[in-house]
């Protein structure tokens, strides 16, 4: 009896141990890896726009008064979800309380491994589980471009989690189990312009993390992609963008790439919501990633909006 009683604590205190160490952030990407890559300020532009950096980024009460204008980056917007509140945190090129003393492979292990410059876990609020599909030149152009933004002073504020959410170690297994780099939707096409659009969608333009449903952890269900889901502002849902009649099936390609540089649906409805703000990015990409986008989104496979549809 003692004896199965010493087992069972040195098999709980092993899964202990064993838990902790798969949860050990894993460094990634050393200063060396993005030596080679040199960053172009221009083409980096793009990739911030299409990341959407400044959606999250931008101070809470900011209102854009000019359209080509680049809100600063100090941070401050709340987001609160099912784990707590997070506030997001300064990503201006401030030395003091930005990110004005990051390496290039800090940046690039924020964006694509969710590590901090300290080797903490990230939560997923910062949308890495997308970001985590994007190109070394394209990190490298991003930061290029971040770098030449103005600096904005502004303190950090710590996140309001509840236990054991505020434990940012535990995110490593989270991270075991749903942080990927491969491509959601095999497309055996070689199509460039398809090719362009899924990396888009998938990466950068982190589009699923609003249109697909999530799982009780939160995190992506990639059985559903693209299949609508529940708004996390509580308010109605988001629409489905999978080429389903419950969906952008009745959507053309230039309809779909209309409104994501206009804002105007088919039925000349105005968009709205969160989305609004992803279209004031989309606009400004080239008129061929638009269409890479929409050629994308007509290619992947139909979901019903609700399982029973
Ligand atoms: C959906 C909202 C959202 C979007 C979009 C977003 N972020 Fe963030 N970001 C966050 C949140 C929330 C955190 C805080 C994460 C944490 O503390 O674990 C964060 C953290 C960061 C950090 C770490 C800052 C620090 O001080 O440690 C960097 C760098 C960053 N984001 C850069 C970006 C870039 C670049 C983009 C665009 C490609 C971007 N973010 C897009 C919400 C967002
Ligand atoms: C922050 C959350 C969010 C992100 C990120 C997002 N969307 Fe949306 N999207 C929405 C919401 C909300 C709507 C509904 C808009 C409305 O009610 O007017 C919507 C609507 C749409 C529609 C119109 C669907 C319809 O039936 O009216 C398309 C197309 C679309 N999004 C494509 C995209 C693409 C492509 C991306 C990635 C580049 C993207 N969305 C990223 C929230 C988001």
Redesign the pocket.
């Known amino acids: 009896m003692k004896l199965c009683l010493n087992v069972a604590l040195l098999t709980t205190a092993g899964i202990a141990a064993g838990l902790w160490i798969l949860s050990a952030p894993q460094a990634a990407i050393s200063a060396n890896a993005l030596v080679s890559v040199p960053g172009n300020p221009e083409r980096g532009a793009a990739v911030f726009h299409v990341g ?1 950096c400044a959606s999250c980024h931008k101070p809470a009460d900011y209102e854009q008064t000019d359209d080509d204008g680049i809100p600063p980056l100090g941070g401050g917007q709340r987001f609160s979800t099912d784990f707590g509140t997070f506030v997001a945190p300064n990503i201006s090129p401030d030395t003091a309380t930005g990110i004005g003393s990051w390496s290039d492979a800090d940046f690039a292990n924020a964006l694509l491994k969710g590590i901090s410059p300290e080797g903490e876990h990230y939560y997923p609020a910062f949308p890495y589980s997308s970001y985590s599909r994007m190109t070394l030149q394209d990190i490298a152009d991003l930061k290029a471009f971040m770098d030449t933004l103005p600096a904005v002073n502004r303190a950090n504020e710590p996140h309001e989690l509840g236990f054991p959410f505020s434990v940012r170690r535990g995110l490593g297994l989270w991270k075991q189990l749903y942080l990927r780099t491969d491509p959601v939707i095999a497309l055996d096409d070689t199509d460039t312009s398809l090719l362009r659009g899924r990396y888009l ?1 998938e990466g950068p ?3 699923g ?3 697909s449903p999530r799982n009780a952890l939160g995190a992506t269900d990639y059985s559903r992609w693209l299949g609508g889901a529940a ?1 996390p502002d509580g308010d109605g849902s ?2 489905n ?1 999978s080429p389903h009649a419950s969906g ?1 099936a009745d959507w053309s390609e230039n309809d ?1 790439a209309e ?2 540089s206009s804002g105007f ?1 088919p039925e000349y409805d105005v ?5 609004a703000e ?1 279209v004031e990015n ?1 606009a400004r990409l080239s008129g061929s990633d638009r269409s890479a ?1 929409a050629a994308y ?1 007509k290619a992947i496979p139909a979901v019903a909006a609700k399982p029973d549809d």
């Open positions: 959407g969608v333009g982190h589009c993390e609003c249109h708004n988001i629409p963008i952008l779909i409104y994501l649906t968009v709205g919501s969160s989305m992803v989309t986008i989104l």
